[in-house]
């Protein structure tokens, strides 16, 4: 074969392969944003059944931010990794903490916020005492395939722990009596006590984020394969954070820092 027709074939496969990356590449206009909206309030369905909370805001301010037109739909928190996966939709906002092991599956924005976990207990329980032996044979309440549960099964082996679908269900069987400790989030645990009445329940105390267990704080979960949709997230976080946007929202939510930095 001679040179010319070899660098004819040559121009011929890059040009395929130019033009598989020219459909391949996606022009990011419209973003789909899926969320576990039973985690007020961070997020929630309102009696309207829209999607509302922190985390929605703050998304809206990112995308206003990067001209994006975003869309949220609700996802029980076991799909949310597979169903991000199956391209139901394009980004996981969800109060998902950023751990090696999702790491694994998924690409993670930088960080932007971290709040601290609890342990909960009916009101008429008045011992402060969440040591693993003052828990053993209590039974402990949370939401499955968390940091909650992982950090449940690591230091109160000796307790019951009972895994729910959603966060929402253990807080109602410690109030209805059904549990003897529940453990989240600290906000989101406040915010039941709240809306409940100090009568049901009470918080006992916040727990120290475990960085195996925990890590640094949460973060936006993107496909592995769309790192151009998680740096458009990234600046917009950042710009956030510069101009105070996050901090704006923060006060408008809540009565702490909840940036973690």
Not at 87 to 94: L, M, N, Q, R
Request: one cysteine or more; glycine letters at 6%.
């Amino acid at each position: 074969m001679n040179s010319t027709k070899i660098l004819a074939m040559l121009g011929l496969a890059a040009g395929l392969v130019a033009g598989a990356s020219s459909v391949q590449a996606k022009d990011w206009k419209t973003v789909r944003i899926g969320m576990d909206a039973s985690y007020a309030p961070f997020e929630s369905v309102n009696p309207k059944g829209e999607i509302v909370g922190f985390e929605v805001d703050y998304f809206n301010i990112l995308c206003a931010k990067a001209k994006l037109t975003c869309t949220f739909q609700n996802q029980d928190w076991d799909g949310v990794i597979p169903s991000l996966l199956a391209s139901k939709f394009d980004v996981i906002a969800s109060s998902m903490n950023i751990t090696a092991a999702r790491a694994q599956k998924v690409l993670f924005s930088d960080m932007y916020m971290a709040t601290p976990p609890a342990l909960s207990t009916s009101a008429a329980n008045k011992s402060d005492d969440i040591s693993p032996a003052a828990l053993k044979g209590k039974s402990i309440g949370t939401q499955s395939s968390t940091i909650h549960a992982n950090y449940l099964e690591k230091f109160y082996k000796d307790s019951e722990i009972k895994l729910y679908p959603t966060q929402d269900e253990p807080n109602q069987d410690l109030a209805s009596g059904r549990l003897d400790y529940v453990m989240g989030d600290a906000i989101v645990t406040q915010d039941f006590i709240d809306k409940h009445g100090n009568g049901c329940c009470r918080l006992v105390t916040t727990i120290k984020r475990v960085p195996e267990i925990h890590g640094p704080g949460v973060g936006a979960a993107f496909r592995p394969e769309d790192k151009d949709l998680a740096a458009i997230f990234n600046k917009a976080i950042a710009e956030a954070d510069a101009d105070g946007s996050f901090v704006t929202l923060e006060k408008k939510y809540f009565k702490i820092d909840i940036r973690g930095k």
